[in-house]
């Protein structure tokens, strides 16, 4: 038994004035050194999330990709709780890093403890806007 074809509408389908849902050009980091080095490199917090970043050098793996990474520590909470945060994590980079993240750097969204799983959307958003702006030095 075949499943039933989707109808397509339009190029992207539906919603087509949203990203699609997997963006090719996040690469997300898996390896503790890369993690570490984003640790010691720029860093922003906001009242839902921290976020690390760092610009690779010469040299380095994948210097047109922008590679991301979240963290979630037991702090968060239980295992429903933590990978709820990172869920809302992953969503927002996929919508605000596509437009507005460098290739060539590498950043951690690490989660707060209550807060990144119950805050406001929208805000979290915004909150990751701000913090680009302000790591990649265009606050005004």
């Known amino acids: 038994m075949t499943p039933p074809e989707a109808p397509v509408q339009g190029q992207l389908g539906r919603g087509a004035d949203q990203p699609p849902a997997v963006s090719v050009c996040l690469k997300v980091l898996s390896k503790r050194a890369d993690f570490l080095k984003a640790a010691q490199a720029k860093r922003r917090g906001s009242p839902g999330f921290l976020l690390q970043a760092r610009e690779r050098r010469e040299g380095e793996p994948d210097p047109d990709l922008i590679r ?6 037991k702090k968060v909470g239980n295992a429903v709780a933590r990978n709820r945060a990172k869920r ?3 969503e927002i980079a996929r919508i605000v890093l596509t437009a507005k993240g460098r290739p060539g750097w590498d950043y951690v969204l690490v989660g707060r403890p209550e807060v990144t799983a119950t805050r406001d959307f929208a805000e979290m958003q915004r909150d990751l806007n701000r913090a680009l702006d302000h790591v990649h030095g265009t606050v005004k």
């Open 68 to 73: 991301i990474g979240y963290t979630c520590s």
């Open 88 to 90: 809302r994590l992953r």
